[in-house]
């Protein structure tokens, strides 16, 4: 079921603000939806298991990749995905409309993570490059500095 960024919702009685839900919700009095597709990634383990989703620094407990919905109270927050120890992955900004529907697609990519509004625009204010990424950099880097030193051990000793 797809939905507009700005589409109201029928009220509906029993949901709680900050929970992810893996279906279609309508929010309570004072709060819109945030709508959150979260993609795996190129890694092995998901790399939404083993990342952390946040609204406004409070957790939001996100099992795995697909789509969920989150009742948000309407207003401006932060909103992002962390590592396990709090480095942030991606972050954006939101303003939330009381009975709207906003939509942000997560995407762990091979280089990049990027952050998309429900119309495909970018609205990653911070994107930290993929673990593929720091870990050719780290090797590059390493490299670099252990031919260095082999290299002047071997020109010191001959």
């Not at 989703?53 to 697909?66: H, S, T, W």
């Not at 309407?74 to 480095?87: I, L, P, Q, S």
Request: proline fraction near 11%; charge should be positive; hydrophobic fraction near 40%.
């Amino acid at each position: 079921m797809s939905y507009l960024p700005s589409q109201p919702y029928p009220p509906m009685h029993g949901v709680v603000p900050l929970i992810a839900y893996p279906h279609p919700i309508a929010p309570p009095p004072g709060c819109g939806v945030l709508v959150v597709s979260v993609n795996r990634g190129p890694y092995m383990i998901p790399a939404p298991v083993t990342s952390r989703f946040k609204i406004d620094r409070q957790l939001v407990a996100i099992p795995g990749e697909g789509t969920w919905h989150v009742a948000v109270p309407a207003g401006g927050h932060d909103v992002r995905y962390t590592d396990f120890m709090g480095v942030p992955l991606m972050t954006t900004s939101l303003m939330v409309q009381p009975g709207a529907a906003h939509h942000l697609v997560f995407r762990f990519g091979g280089w990049r993570n990027r952050v998309h509004d429900g119309y495909g625009a970018d609205v990653t204010r911070f994107g930290l490059w993929s673990n593929y990424t720091v870990a050719l950099v780290t090797l590059v880097v390493g490299g670099v500095i252990c031919c260095g030193v082999f290299g002047l051990l071997l020109g010191s000793t001959g």
